[in-house]
């Protein structure tokens, strides 16, 4: 560890790791919902651990941005953060803020917690992904502007690096995004309009900028080979993401009261998007194969070539099978788009995030890497987690591709939930990977204290 300021990002990447465990607790409770429909009901109804499950997801990779440009910005401006008291003290801010909206939503209906929260004053409460509470968003704002001040101040007075500029510019681009979920109009199509604003410019456009600067900041870690060479790969496949990324948002808005010409622009520009992932993978392998020196943290590696071959795939092949607005004309809002999420999400981010954490943790301990031991038990993780998230997508396929057929494209379209029964076998499958994606995770867990204790000098003051 180069530089005593990087060591706030631990408090972040064991946030990140906690809420990612409840993130997975909450998924099983859900699996388990659509198959038994009144399990834990009334206690945590079907809405309720969706809300809990969607919005750990969104707030445990927001710590792991956060932990990742603590970690990264000193070493690449060749400085310490700028104040490392304001990173602890928004740390701590975003987490209470956090934990207080997930007890909300558990312990107060939502109609009351809107109440409670003065929501009637600036209604932004009751959409997909941003139901937080008004004040919630306002924390996340401060905390938002309080992060990227942190940050900024250090790169400017630093050295300015292409990783950590597109890392600002993704950053910066995530919070006035954000500020989209304020925007509550009463006009359903305009709603949905600029709520895509947020959630597609999000995940399919400024995220990507900050997956590509976390990646080539590692593979330039522990491959050895020339800054410039991985520069000017991220220079292209950011050029691609947000060429195709932006104008892609028009996929959203084929069915929602849009002009048509939406969908020839979102059908051309988003069947495009596998393309910088594309990218992204031959990056990732061609310059580990170009690699100048064997790193000894041979976790981490794996993990940044899971990211580039995940990321892909979810993203990018499940993303294009059913972005063609004649194919989403039947798929929309199916299983096949839930399939198409979960193999995104955790290909594109999480495993980025854990990658960030597999490299940079040992480094924050005094050590260059963690004992064998510890990478095995977490390669292990890497491979169950991996793996059971393929079948978990395979399963949503084809519980997507029986239910579009029986419910949207035959003749005789059955109901709703005549169709989810027969697809109920789908269902159990997913369940099952998903309780072997949790042993993963606890693996995952149990590598961290099979790496003993940390050295004397990284827990020096």
Do not use: C
């Amino acid at each position: 560890m180069k530089y005593q300021s990087q060591k706030v990002a631990r408090l972040y990447f064991m946030a990140a790791i906690g809420l990612f465990t409840g993130q997975i607790l909450f998924g099983l409770i859900l699996g388990l919902q659509y198959v038994i429909g009144d399990f834990l009901f009334p206690a945590v109804p079907f809405n309720v651990a969706r809300m809990v499950h969607t919005n750990l997801l969104i707030v445990w990779l927001l710590f792991g941005f956060m932990g990742a440009a603590y970690y990264l910005v000193p070493e690449e401006a060749e400085r310490e953060l700028f104040s490392p008291k304001l990173a602890v003290a928004l740390f701590w801010i975003f987490l209470v803020a956090g934990a207080l909206t997930i007890l909300g939503y558990l312990l107060v209906p939502y109609s009351g917690l809107a109440r409670l929260t003065g929501n009637d004053l600036l209604p932004t409460m009751g959409r997909e992904f941003l139901e937080q509470p008004t004040i919630t968003k306002l924390g996340i704002v401060v905390v938002a502007l309080g992060f990227l001040y942190n940050i900024g101040m250090t790169i400017l007075s630093g050295r300015k690096t292409v990783i950590n500029m597109v890392l600002l510019t993704g950053l910066v681009g995530l919070a006035v995004l954000f500020l989209f979920a304020f925007y509550n109009p009463d006009n359903l199509v305009k709603d949905k309009y600029y709520w895509w604003w947020v959630v597609h410019l999000w995940v399919e456009g400024v995220w990507e900028l900050i997956l590509g600067s976390i990646l080539a900041f590692v593979l330039v870690k522990v491959t050895g080979v020339d800054r410039e060479v991985i520069e000017k790969w991220l220079y292209v496949i950011i050029a691609m993401t947000l060429i195709t990324g932006i104008i892609g948002t028009g996929h959203h808005y084929y069915w929602i009261g849009t002009p048509g010409y939406w969908q020839w622009l979102g059908s051309v520009f988003s069947a495009l998007e596998p393309i910088p992932f594309f990218m992204m993978t031959v990056f990732a392998f061609n310059m580990i194969n170009k690699r100048r020196l064997n790193h000894p943290n041979k976790a981490a590696v794996l993990w940044a070539e899971g990211t580039a071959v995940m990321a892909f795939l979810g993203a990018g092949v499940w993303g294009f099978m059913h972005t063609l607005a004649p194919v989403n004309y039947y798929t929309h809002g199916t299983q096949i788009t839930a399939a198409h999420g979960h193999m995104a999400f955790y290909g594109a981010y999480a495993m980025i995030v854990l990658t960030i954490i597999s490299y940079a943790w040992p480094i924050l301990r005094g050590e260059k890497a963690a004992n064998q031991r510890a990478q095995v038990l977490e390669m292990w993780s890497f491979w169950l987690m991996t793996v059971s998230m393929v079948f978990i997508t395979l399963f949503l396929t084809g519980a997507g591709v029986l239910q579009t057929w029986l419910q949207r494209y035959t003749d005789d379209p059955l109901p709703f939930m005549v169709v989810q029964e027969k697809i109920a076998p789908f269902y159990w499958m997913r369940e099952a990977a998903g309780v072997v994606f949790l042993i993963g995770l606890l693996v995952y867990l149990y590598a961290f204290v099979a790496r003993g204790k940390p050295a004397e000098d990284a827990t020096a003051a």
